[in-house]
């Protein structure tokens, strides 16, 4: 690994090339890049640099005081998390464990790529319903859907419930090994090392991003942490950290420590337990050019590719339903997205994707094709014009894509047989649905539609207020 010793005075420092050699060979430093250490995502050298050889691992003495010091902060400074609570009995029955398996799985993954704070409620509710990973296997993919909608990364979602279906099918219970745990879909080697080690006390590590700045900051390693070889050796960095009798609680507080103390940009070094094992603080120390935050190396964000989409929000006046006959209100149509791909099966306003940024002209007439073609929704044919107005645009992030989203209202009535509108489409390759307002606001949208929703609710109030 590129280590950063405390002789040298600048920021970015490699080993001599022999890395094989059991001695520390004198360090030599590296051209300083920036005022951070900065990590592309490819660098051919690092592979050869990194190989973990046993000077890079703890020693034994400092492994056991790591632990000590660590089991110790965390049972007194812990946060108390709902997926944390164990019950009082003196020992677990299977019963219980799998319980608790299934809460930290559920846990883990809604909070991967979401804060704590956020993800309670949703953990909450998730239990309210679902208490038992029997009770998951009985839900639909809309109703788990319905209750992620705001975390985003629904494929998480989705894996959950054929993981828990396909745990309930098997009949062997939940799975207690890394080995079988790996074999549930959705679950990596980072989910299947805390559910093992935590819910089934099974002597292995867990790697995340806590962990990855922990470790990297207690060893001041700064390669790419994103590096395979590099991720590879904060694993065995990990594996030999963890304690063999309370692996679940360290490696809790391997990730608390990393979650409260050891953050990103703000280190409270001076409350870290394990300050004197650190050798990026150290360091930092005694040049006061380092700063702990330089470890582990910045890695360049990949870059986002841009997309453009323009959202029709088709709202049908009217006193029938169009689908019961029914005498009601305004109705807004909904578009189920196809079963693979981005934000699978999920349901919003009927959208296109354009090449490129699109004027209001050609916008409009590919939204009027769309709705020709999908909907049999016609001007003057099927459908009267009450009013059609630009709503504004937006952009929306996913971790790969900048997405511009423009939006329209078009407000409408329908005209002849209007049940009959839909009849003829083919709803195995579009599902399609009208809901009121009322429900549309208790429905669970992506955050990217209940954007949209809500930019039309403004326009609407504006307009009434004028
Ligand atoms: S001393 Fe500071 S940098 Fe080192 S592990 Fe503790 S909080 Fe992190």
Same mark, same amino acid.
């Given at each position: 690994?590129?280590?950063?010793? *405390?002789?040298?005075?600048?920021?970015?420092? #490699?080993? %001599?090339?022999?890395?094989?050699?059991?001695?520390?060979?004198?360090?030599?430093?590296?051209?300083?890049?920036?005022? &951070?250490?900065?990590?592309?995502?490819?660098?051919?050298?690092?592979?050869?640099? =990194?190989?973990?050889?046993?000077?890079?691992?703890?020693?034994?003495?400092?492994?056991?005081?790591?632990?000590?010091?660590?089991?110790?902060?965390?049972?007194?400074?812990?946060?108390?998390?709902?997926?944390?609570?164990?019950?009082?009995?003196?020992?677990?029955? +299977?019963?219980?464990?799998?319980?608790?398996?299934?809460?930290?799985?559920?846990?883990?993954?809604?909070? &991967?790529?979401?804060?704590?704070?956020?993800?309670?409620?949703?953990?909450?509710?998730?239990?309210?319903?679902?208490?038992?990973?029997?009770?998951?296997?009985?839900?639909?993919? @809309? %109703?788990?859907?319905?209750?992620?909608?705001?975390?985003?990364?629904?494929?998480?979602?989705?894996?959950?419930?054929?993981?828990?279906?396909?745990?309930?099918?098997?009949?062997? !219970?939940?799975?207690?090994?890394?080995?079988?745990?790996?074999? $549930?879909?959705?679950?990596?080697?980072?989910?299947?090392?805390?559910?093992?080690?935590?819910?089934?006390?099974?002597?292995?590590?867990?790697?995340?991003?806590? $962990?990855?700045?922990?470790?990297?900051?207690?060893?001041?390693?700064?390669?790419?942490?994103? /590096?395979?070889?590099?991720?590879?050796?904060?694993?065995?960095?990990?594996?030999?950290?963890?304690?063999?009798?309370?692996? !679940?609680?360290?490696?809790?507080?391997?990730? %608390?420590?990393?979650?409260?103390?050891?953050?990103?940009?703000?280190?409270?070094?001076?409350?870290?337990?394990?300050?004197?094992?650190?050798?990026?603080?150290?360091?930092?120390?005694?040049?006061?050019?380092?700063?702990?935050? +330089?470890? *582990?190396?910045?890695?360049?964000?990949?870059?986002?590719?841009?997309?453009?989409?323009?959202?029709? $929000?088709?709202?049908?006046? !009217?006193?029938? +339903?169009?689908?019961?006959?029914?005498?009601?209100?305004?109705?807004?149509?909904?578009?189920?997205?196809?079963?693979?791909?981005?934000?699978?099966?999920?349901?919003?306003?009927?959208?296109?994707?354009? +090449?490129?940024? #699109?004027?209001?002209?050609?916008?409009?007439? @590919?939204?009027? /094709?769309?709705?020709?073609?999908?909907?049999?929704?016609?001007?003057?044919?099927?459908?009267?014009?009450?009013?059609?107005?630009?709503?504004? @645009?937006?952009?929306?992030?996913? =971790?790969?894509?900048?997405?511009? $989203?423009?939006?329209?209202?078009?407000?409408?009535?329908?005209?002849?047989?209007?049940?009959?509108?839909?009849?003829? &489409?083919?709803?195995?390759?579009?599902?399609?649905?009208?809901?009121?307002?009322?429900?549309?606001?208790?429905?669970?949208?992506?955050?990217?539609?209940?954007?949209?929703?809500?930019?039309?609710?403004?326009?609407?109030?504006?307009?009434?207020?004028?």
């Amino acid at each position: 690994m590129l280590v950063q010793l *405390p002789l040298n005075r600048a920021s970015n420092f #490699a080993m %001599e090339n022999d890395l094989k050699s059991p001695k520390r060979k004198r360090a030599v430093p590296l051209k300083k890049m920036s005022s &951070q250490n900065v990590a592309s995502q490819k660098e051919p050298q690092e592979e050869k640099q =990194s190989i973990c050889d046993m000077e890079d691992m703890f020693s034994d003495i400092e492994t056991q005081k790591i632990r000590k010091a660590l089991l110790g902060w965390y049972e007194d400074n812990c946060r108390d998390l709902p997926w944390r609570r164990r019950t009082n009995k003196e020992e677990e029955e +299977d019963e219980e464990k799998e319980k608790r398996a299934y809460g930290v799985w559920v846990s883990e993954v809604m909070l &991967q790529q979401t804060r704590v704070q956020t993800v309670i409620q949703y953990y909450n509710r998730w239990m309210l319903k679902w208490p038992t990973l029997h009770h998951l296997a009985q839900a639909s993919l @809309e %109703e788990v859907n319905e209750m992620w909608a705001g975390l985003g990364y629904y494929r998480r979602a989705r894996f959950l419930l054929e993981g828990a279906k396909m745990i309930i099918a098997g009949g062997d !219970g939940f799975p207690k090994t890394i080995s079988s745990l790996r074999k $549930v879909p959705g679950i990596g080697e980072y989910t299947a090392g805390a559910i093992a080690s935590i819910a089934f006390e099974e002597v292995a590590p867990v790697v995340d991003g806590n $962990v990855v700045r922990v470790l990297a900051r207690l060893k001041a390693i700064c390669a790419n942490p994103k /590096h395979k070889t590099i991720v590879k050796n904060f694993w065995k960095l990990a594996a030999q950290l963890v304690d063999p009798c309370l692996p !679940g609680d360290f490696n809790q507080s391997l990730m %608390e420590l990393g979650a409260i103390i050891c953050t990103p940009m703000n280190p409270s070094c001076s409350l870290c337990p394990v300050s004197s094992h650190c050798r990026a603080y150290s360091i930092s120390k005694e040049d006061k050019s380092v700063v702990v935050t +330089d470890y *582990p190396a910045k890695v360049l964000k990949v870059k986002q590719r841009k997309e453009y989409s323009a959202v029709c $929000v088709v709202e049908i006046l !009217g006193s029938h +339903d169009i689908v019961e006959g029914q005498n009601t209100g305004s109705r807004f149509l909904l578009v189920k997205r196809p079963n693979e791909g981005l934000l699978a099966g999920l349901w919003e306003f009927p959208s296109i994707t354009l +090449d490129k940024e #699109a004027d209001l002209t050609l916008r409009k007439n @590919e939204i009027d /094709h769309l709705l020709k073609k999908s909907f049999r929704l016609e001007r003057g044919m099927t459908y009267q014009k009450i009013s059609r107005e630009e709503v504004g @645009e937006f952009f929306h992030i996913f =971790s790969h894509i900048r997405l511009k $989203v423009y939006v329209e209202l078009l407000v409408i009535c329908l005209k002849g047989e209007r049940s009959d509108l839909f009849s003829e &489409q083919d709803n195995e390759v579009m599902s399609w649905k009208c809901v009121d307002s009322k429900a549309l606001a208790t429905l669970g949208l992506t955050s990217g539609v209940r954007k949209v929703y809500n930019m039309v609710q403004k326009l609407k109030q504006k307009k009434l207020s004028t």
